[in-house]
């Protein structure tokens, strides 16, 4: 058995047009899986389809809006019935919103928890039974090392995010049985669209996560390819709810 061996498996990744999710959906292609994007921007949607095929993969693109059930349902119908199959879900799709929380507003609120942790729900719901005609599966769950943290500006976010973990606990549980895995991700402070507004808006951010980073630096996108192909391939197959940061030793540090 090739443990981080990709070659006929199909992975779709939300969010997958950039940053992070794009990131990792290179590196599964590069070990040798078909790739599915998924996200709303339809021109980054084919920038990143363009650049994944260009590693000699194959790759689509699908709409897919996460605060839309019947989106999220229909894309992944779409890529089942493109590719003939679905072995591996990458939940990255996410936003933030930054209030206070006496400032924040119940619909942006909603509009978080939606977008973050309802849309991953319901994106693993419909690939479970697609899953199980293949005999199996890999989720992962992209959460944040603010499961881990509180940040006064991040109150929606942090809990979507620490939903998710849990989340992702009881789907390892309830899906074992059917040779799912399900783990999560927990990014720390990754150089990507969504860090860039906090980097310019919050002062002295940048300079506090380097100063605590243990690496001395903040992350890149690269950084997360790695445990992708990991958590995606059979190299992980005894591993299942289980919560990885990748955050250069900022959660470990005092």
């Known amino acids: 058995m090739k443990l981080f061996d990709l070659k006929g498996k199909v992975a779709i990744?939300?969010?997958?047009?950039?940053?992070i999710g794009l990131a990792m959906a290179k590196a599964m292609?590069?070990?040798?899986?078909?790739?599915?994007?998924?996200?709303?921007?339809?021109?980054?949607n084919a920038a990143a389809v363009k650049d994944i095929s260009a590693l000699?993969?194959?790759?689509?693109a699908l709409p897919a809006d996460m605060t839309d059930e019947k989106s999220c349902r229909a894309m992944v119908a779409d890529a089942a019935k493109h590719f003939g199959r679905i072995d591996i879900l990458i939940n990255n799709a996410g936003m933030s919103i930054r209030r206070l929380p006496q400032e924040l507003t119940v619909a942006e609120w909603n509009t978080v928890l939606s977008?973050?942790?309802?849309g991953a729900f319901i994106c693993s719901q419909a690939v479970h039974?697609?899953?199980?005609?293949?005999g199996g599966g890999k989720i992962i769950n992209i959460a944040s090392m603010m499961?881990?943290?509180g940040l006064p500006f991040a109150v929606a976010y942090g809990t979507s995010k620490g939903g998710m973990v849990q989340m992702t606990k009881s789907m390892a549980v309830a899906w074992a049985p059917d040779n799912i895995q399900v783990n999560a991700v927990l990014p720390g402070w990754i150089e990507t669209e969504l860090t860039r507004n906090a980097r310019s808006s919050v002062p002295g951010l940048q300079e506090r996560v380097v100063a605590r980073s243990p690496v001395?630096?903040?992350?890149v996108p690269d950084d997360m390819a790695g445990v992708a192909v990991f958590l995606a391939s059979a190299a992980s197959n005894?591993?299942?709810g289980a919560s990885f940061p990748i955050d250069g030793g900022y959660s470990a540090q005092g």
């Open 129 to 134: 039974p697609e899953f199980k005609k293949v």
């Open 147 to 149: 499961s881990i943290f």
């Open 216 to 219: 001395g630096r903040w992350g």
């Open 29 to 44: 292609a590069e070990a040798g899986a078909a790739i599915i994007v998924a996200g709303r921007n339809a021109t980054k």
């Open 56 to 60: 000699g993969a194959k790759a689509i």
């Open 115 to 118: 977008s973050n942790l309802t």
């Open 238 to 240: 005894f591993v299942t």
């Open 13 to 19: 990744v939300t969010g997958g047009n950039g940053g």
